[in-house]
């Protein structure tokens, strides 16, 4: 019987060290799932969640922390701004994103309706998820220059 306790024991170790999340991870993105959803009513739970998952295990806690996205409650700091994270970790953090968040309907909610079709349908063309994720890779490294490059077709349709 002690025998099995043992080997139950060290079987549920070793699973929680595969695959599932520790608490820390959980809260952390329990937090930043929630930070966008009060600050985008374009993002969806689901997707917001999606992402909150996807960023905490491509970037980490520690590294969310060390580029002061978390403080050490793991709640999300309320400026965020100008995070400039390691090119990894952006480039996990812009996939997260990416392969989260509903492309079409965030970017037809964040366009709104007062540009008029001609330059909607420009911006539409000259933004597309590949773009966007230079963009989000860009704004995560605080790479202004890269950001600039990323939106260079779409400032175009905003001067047409």
């Known amino acids: 019987m002690k025998k099995t306790v043992v080997l ?5 170790l070793a699973l929680a060290g595969c695959g599932g999340s520790s608490g820390d991870d959980k809260k952390a993105a329990e937090n930043i799932s929630k930070s966008i959803r009060e600050d985008s009513d374009a993002i969806s739970q689901k997707d917001a969640d999606c992402f909150a998952e996807k960023v905490v295990d491509n970037v980490g806690v520690d590294s969310l922390k060390k580029y002061g996205v978390l403080d050490d409650d793991l709640a999300v700091k309320d400026d965020v701004e ?3 994270m390691s090119e990894d970790d952006a480039e996990g953090a812009a996939d997260a994103f990416t392969d989260c968040i509903d492309y079409d309907k965030f970017f037809s909610e964040a366009l709104g309706d ?5 330059v909607v349908d ?10 966007y994720h230079d963009l989000m890779k860009a704004t995560f490294q605080g790479d202004q ?10 400032a175009a349709c905003m001067t047409q």
């Not at 139950?8 to 549920?12: D, P, S, T, V």
């Not at 420009?122 to 773009?131: F, G, H, R, S, V």
């Not at 220059?145 to 779409?154: H, I, K, L, R």
Request: some cysteine; charged content about 35%; aromatic content about 0%.
């Open 8 to 12: 139950l024991a060290a079987l549920m």
């Open 82 to 84: 100008n995070v400039k």
């Open 114 to 118: 007062d540009l008029g079709d001609e």
């Open 122 to 131: 420009c911006l539409k063309e000259a933004i597309n998820e590949d773009k």
């Open 145 to 154: 220059a890269a950001a600039t490059e990323a939106m260079s077709d779409a």
